[in-house]
């Protein structure tokens, strides 16, 4: 076999696939039209998110509110995570957390709260200063000094929290699954870069989005999809078909819908045990709803 012609055609396809994945790459003219929809597309393009039926109070039978963490150092989880590098990648092609930032950065998302209970509202000036931080050195500039600008970037996301609701419908006879709120897990911006402290490895909830009001933005914003380029997915459609794994960290409960490490101490095993006692307990309410 001549390995090196085999070479050179794996880099053409994997060149070819990339280049396929922007819009208007036939038609161009110019580099400037690449990426760029013609007017006949714009106006005949329905591409929206599937809206949700509505679910009436009273078909649903069953319902329990958890929360979930999704860990971005595992593999399936990776859309979630690139790229990092938006200078290199297209417009329609940004992280996840990126696209949350741009999305209330431009007024686009604006059900943003400091906790899961939505009971504080907050803007893009608050998540301003949870994600920016600018230190003076030596006086600042006023005194001949210099300011250090620290930026919670989406390379420093380590997860997110997912906040949702298991519930069976009597109506369509199964049990489903509604997303209500994300939240991007990074580090404190306020002690970025200070030498006496590290806590590189401590993640603190930097703010939560309602996630039906976010919808549009998330639809807007494309993942790579590796079985065909000319063809990406959403990350809405990514997180309503749950395509990411994750682990329970707390379900509601009579006891202030504490954590489960909140009384499973000191062992990650158990821990990850009680976890799976959650979910397998959601799974077999499905079943019990068909016994009598």
């Known amino acids: 076999m001549n390995w090196k012609r085999f070479y050179v055609v794996i880099i053409a396809l994997a060149t070819t696939g990339v280049v396929n994945a922007q819009a208007n790459l036939l038609n161009a003219k110019k580099v400037e039209e690449l990426g760029k929809k013609?007017?006949?597309?714009?106006?005949?393009?329905?591409?929206?998110?599937?809206?949700?039926?509505?679910?009436?109070?009273?078909?649903?039978?069953?319902?329990?509110?958890?929360?979930?963490?999704?860990?971005?150092?595992?593999?399936?989880?990776?859309?979630?995570?690139?790229?990092?590098?938006?200078?290199?990648?297209?417009?329609?092609?940004?992280?996840?957390?990126?696209?949350?930032?741009?999305?209330?950065?431009?007024?686009?998302?604006?059900?943003?709260?400091?906790?899961?209970?939505?009971?504080?509202?907050?803007?893009?000036d608050e998540v301003k200063q949870m994600t920016v931080n600018e230190r003076e050195i030596d006086g600042g500039v006023e005194q001949g000094g210099y300011v250090d600008v620290y930026n919670v970037k989406a390379q420093d996301i380590k997860g997110y929290l997912i906040k949702g609701i298991w519930y069976f419908d009597k109506r369509g006879g199964e049990l489903k699954y509604r997303m209500l709120a994300i939240a991007p897990m990074g580090p404190d911006v306020q002690v970025m870069g200070v030498a006496e402290i590290d806590d590189s490895d401590e993640v603190f909830e930097l703010f939560w989005v309602f996630f039906p009001d976010a919808r549009e933005t998330l639809h807007a914003s494309k993942v790579f999809n590796p079985k065909n380029s000319a063809h990406p997915i959403s990350y809405d459609n990514l997180l309503n078909a749950r395509r990411f794994n994750s682990t329970i960290v707390k379900e509601e409960n009579l006891y202030g819908d504490r954590k489960i490490e909140d009384y499973v101490r000191g062992n990650s095993l158990f821990q990850l045990l009680e976890a799976d006692r959650i979910k397998e307990g959601i799974r077999n309410r499905e079943m019990d709803m068909w016994n009598y």
């Open 38 to 124: 013609t007017q006949a597309e714009i106006d005949s393009d329905d591409d929206k998110p599937l809206p949700y039926g509505y679910i009436s109070d009273r078909d649903v039978l069953w319902s329990k509110v958890v929360w979930e963490y999704v860990d971005l150092n595992q593999k399936i989880n990776l859309p979630y995570y690139y790229p990092v590098d938006t200078a290199s990648a297209l417009s329609t092609r940004r992280s996840l957390f990126d696209t949350l930032m741009k999305g209330i950065k431009n007024g686009d998302i604006t059900e943003v709260y400091e906790d899961s209970y939505f009971t504080t509202k907050i803007g893009y």
